[in-house]
């Protein structure tokens, strides 16, 4: 696969690390875990979106653009990142934010809702849960335009072909990563989202043929329609790389059993499994995407879907400064909300 053909800017000097969480894996008694931090990955306190950003924004400027337009929960990484992006490439960045969990928008919040006041969005536009948010991105891009300016609008999660190819490359760094290392995956876990990263992770393993099955906990979305977005971008992602394999709706594997009552919302699981890690390997997951993912997996783990394999991969996609947004959940203070200090 040919990703020199597609412009892209670079936000992060080198690769991230790849590395055997030694003390999970002994307190687990096996198979061995690895990880991948792209929680270390560049711009504004890292996570999965800066990958797809460095091709999204190369594109914005090939397009002129001097303003970006995204969208995403009240607590979103995405729309953190992209705005940091905008940051170093000098252009202004307006948000949509979807309240999905009804009242959880507050300015004054911590985590990523103060560090978009921090790293200076021009406007944060608020709608509530299921509304049409495209439908405002592209609202607000008209009335850019009418003031003569040139926007470009980034979907939620940065999740189209364009982005998914951070992800097609992140699969390639990663096999070479594991063959310096000497080092056999039998199957890799990673977060089901927007679909860009799960998208893109597949296809990039899939086109260099290397056949390590990949799993996605889901996050928001029942098994079939997730599997179905999954499919959908790989497929569009694949055709914009001109790939020869064909890659199969039965290529994408996907467990919903691990959303709880919906997106953003906590679960017990998601609570131990942020403990866990940050007990015994000092790693920060995040309590919407990366905390579910690793739950997933522990579980699965426990109920043998991973038997007969020796070497575990985790896709650490981020996402830590929404921590700070759930900080009540985790010291089991009731009242709150999700993205705005805590749940209800």
Known sequence: MNLAQFPRRRYTAGWTPLEKLENLTRLLGGPNIYIKRDDLLGLAAGGNKTRKLE???????????????TCGAVQSNHCRLTL????????????????????????????????????????????EGGSDVNGKMEEVAADLVKQGRKPYIIPGGGSNPIGALGYVSCAQETLAQLFDMGVNIDHIVLTSGSAGTHAGFLTGILGENANIPVTGISINRKKEPQTDLVFGLAQKTAAKLNLQREIRREDVVV?????????????????????????????????????????????????????????????????????????????GIQGGTPGAGGYR
């Open 55 to 69: 091709f999204l924004m190369a594109d914005a400027l090939a397009q002129g653009a001097d303003t970006v337009i």
């Open 84 to 127: 940091a992006a905008a940051v170093k490439e000098g252009l202004h960045c307006q948000l949509v934010l979807e309240q999905r969990v009804p009242n959880s928008y507050r300015r004054h919040a911590s985590g990523n809702n103060f560090l978009y006041d921090l790293l200076g969005v021009e406007a944060v536009h608020v709608v």
């Open 255 to 331: 467990f919903d059993d691990y959303v709880g009552e919906g997106y953003s919302r906590p679960t017990q699981g998601m609570l131990d499994a942020v403990r866990l890690l940050a007990s015994k390997e000092a790693i920060l997951l995040d309590p919407v995407y990366t905390g579910k993912a690793m739950a997933g997996m522990l579980d699965l783990l426990k109920k043998g879907y991973f038997d007969g394999d020796k070497n575990i991969l985790f896709l650490h996609t981020g996402g830590s400064p929404a921590l700070f947004a759930y900080t009540d959940v985790f010291f």
